[in-house]
T-cell receptor, first 114, second 113 residues
Framework: AQSVTQLDSHVSVSEGTPVLLRCNYS??????LFWYVQHPNKGLQLLLK??????LVKGINGFEAEFKKSETSFHLTKPSAHMSDAAEYFC????????????FGIGTKLQVIP | ETGVTQSPTHLIKTRGQQVTLRCSSQ?????VSWYQQALGQGPQFIFQ???????GRGNFPPRFSGLQFPNYSSELNVNALELDDSALYLC????????????FGPGTRLTVT
């Protein structure tokens, strides 16, 4: 069994300030973890993924996430928000094998204030 | 490189009808997954196809079925439509293997009245 909890449904930050989007997971396996971003009227785009290698994962557009097994967390961060970061962000957990169930969080809507 | 494409973009159906949604995988990808995203929710995994066979399934009833063709394109079929089936349906393709990322299409918006 697996689940993912995104702790904030909405996050609002000022342009140029740090971004923190929180995600906790549970999994019976050694999980794969992903962050995807969804801009309005556009498809989901992969930001980064954790697949049991380095625990600090760097993604596109300056985002990174740290896998913390002891805290079952995979929080997404960015040092400085840009207006173009405003979107919905999804934390995703899946099993280690192809075809295993993929579970999305409910999403966090990021608002960036100029 | 061509991305994942889906058709149609929008569709309106009546309760009880049947619908077929289509997806073309990204070039070189032979695995396709389908998701349902209700308004204000995260996508929910319906099933995955690999080499034309169902390779994993989420908690969806049998009236949700699929096909994958030799060229790796795919169809999602939903029978006996219910009002709650109204959602954005997303297709994602990937290379075969474990722990791989998926590439998503823009989705088909289905409205059931």
């Amino acid at each position: 069994a697996q689940s993912v909890t995104q702790l904030d449904s909405h996050v609002s930050v000022s342009e140029g300030t740090p971004v923190l989007l929180r995600c906790n997971y549970s999994s019976s396996y050694s999980p794969s973890l992903f962050w995807y971003v969804q801009h309005p009227n556009k498809g989901l785009q992969l930001l980064l993924k954790y697949t049991s290698a380095a625990t600090l994962v760097k993604g596109i557009n300056g985002f990174e996430a740290e896998f913390k097994k002891s805290e079952t967390s995979f929080h997404l961060t960015k040092p400085s928000a840009h207006m173009s970061d405003a979107a919905e962000y999804f934390c995703v957990v899946s099993g280690p094998r192809q075809g295993q169930k993929v579970t999305f969080g409910i999403g966090t809507k990021l608002q960036v204030i100029p | 490189e061509t991305g994942v494409t889906q058709s149609p973009t929008h569709l309106i159906k009546t309760r009880g009808q049947q619908v077929t949604l289509r997806c073309s995988s990204q070039s070189g990808h032979n695995t396709v997954s389908w998701y349902q995203q209700a308004l204000g929710q995260g996508p929910q995994f319906i099933f995955q196809y690999y080499r034309e066979e169902e390779n994993g399934r989420g908690n969806f009833p049998p009236r949700f079925s699929g096909l994958q063709f030799p060229n790796y394109s795919s169809e999602l079929n939903v029978n006996a439509l219910e009002l709650d089936d109204s959602a954005l349906y997303l297709c994602a393709s990937s290379l075969p293997g474990d722990r791989v990322e998926q590439y998503f299409g823009p989705g088909t918006r289905l409205t059931v009245t």
